[in-house]
């Protein structure tokens, strides 16, 4: 199977990409019934905002941890990092759209000139940026589990792998910016 993705990881990238962004726009848009899921108590629906918060700070510190070990040459410190961010990225997920396929979007409750104007420009800014890094992530990581350290240098791993990190730290700090708009002013 290792073989397999090796060869097509551009192909596995694509399919990846697919089902995941189908998964979340399933449940943005709630195509999924509410009652096909097994309810959390309020309790648990109310703090998955705040839990994801805290998720956010954290990966945004792994990630920024991670990237900068590579920078110095700490390739484990580095590897081991990245795969954090990508499970806290993962649990961020999961529980953002099982919040939102039962209880859909939050709603800003501001003025609207701050909605108009603030909430919904880095609102849009921060989802572009997710969606954007989804096949990104999938490929910096493919490359990486299916070849070795050594001839990670050789492929588009650096690269892209610098553009991907970028896009998900902004992501991750505009995510925070959400939350605050949203639950503290």
């Known amino acids: 199977m290792q073989r397999l993705v090796e060869r097509h990881v551009p192909a596995v990238t694509g399919l990846l990409t697919v089902v995941s962004l189908a998964l979340v726009f399933a449940a943005a848009l ?72 039962l209880l859909g979007p939050t709603h800003f409750d501001g003025p609207a000139v701050v909605e108009q104007f603030v909430y919904y420009p880095i609102l849009g800014i921060h989802i572009l940026l997710a969606v954007v890094c989804i096949p990104l992530l999938y490929y910096v990581l493919l490359l990486a589990l299916t070849r070795p350290v050594s001839e990670l240098s050789a492929t588009n791993h650096p690269r892209v792998g610098r553009v991907a990190a970028s896009l998900w730290l902004t992501s991750f700090a505009l995510g925070v910016v959400v939350y605050l708009l949203l639950y503290l002013f």
């Open 30 to 101: 709630r195509v999924v019934p509410a009652g096909a899921l097994p309810r959390a108590p309020e309790a648990v629906l109310s703090a998955v905002p705040h839990v994801n918060a805290v998720i956010s700070v954290v990966a945004f510190g792994v990630v920024g941890a991670s990237w900068r070990a590579i920078r110095r040459g700490e390739v484990e410190r580095h590897r081991k990092g990245m795969l954090a961010g990508v499970v806290l990225f993962a649990a961020f997920l999961v529980l953002y759209l099982y919040r939102v396929a």
